[in-house]
């Protein structure tokens, strides 16, 4: 089960740290990639993390802003963003169970996915 958290209302140029929290996972060897739906637009990879050897891989839309990481603490994969623009609003999602190739593509092969949390981005 997933559930991600974090979204909100932040000025362009602002930061915001989104969690993908997972219970009953017992797998060593899964991948959670995070996907944004804006109104009115198809869902689109953001960022992905092959968790049991840290591969990473990000939309050329928001790499060098975005950071996607895994906190072995709190069991969370998390997206850190920065220097967020008003296209980056949209329903974030993150999902499990699915590839992480270059450009975080391929949500349609993603199993399990979380419910969404909005972020806005609006001065």
């Known amino acids: 089960q997933l559930q991600a958290s974090g979204g909100g209302l932040v000025q362009p140029g602002g930061s915001m740290r989104l969690s993908c929290a997972a219970s009953g996972f017992t797998a060593d060897y899964y991948t959670v990639g995070w996907f944004r739906q804006a109104p009115g637009k198809g869902r689109e990879g953001v960022s992905c993390?092959?968790?049991?050897?840290?591969?990473?891989n990000y939309a050329d839309s928001v790499k060098g802003r975005f950071t996607i990481s895994r906190d072995n603490v709190k069991n969370t994969v998390d997206l850190q963003m920065n220097s967020l623009k008003p296209e980056d609003t949209a329903v974030y999602y993150c999902?499990?169970?699915?590839?992480?190739?270059?450009?975080?593509?391929?949500?349609?092969?993603?199993?399990?996915w979380g419910q969404g949390t909005l972020v806005t981005v609006s001065s």
């Open positions: 999902a499990t169970d699915g590839p992480c190739p270059p450009g975080a593509t391929g949500a349609h092969e993603y199993d399990h």
């Open positions: 993390i092959r968790v049991w050897d840290g591969l990473t």
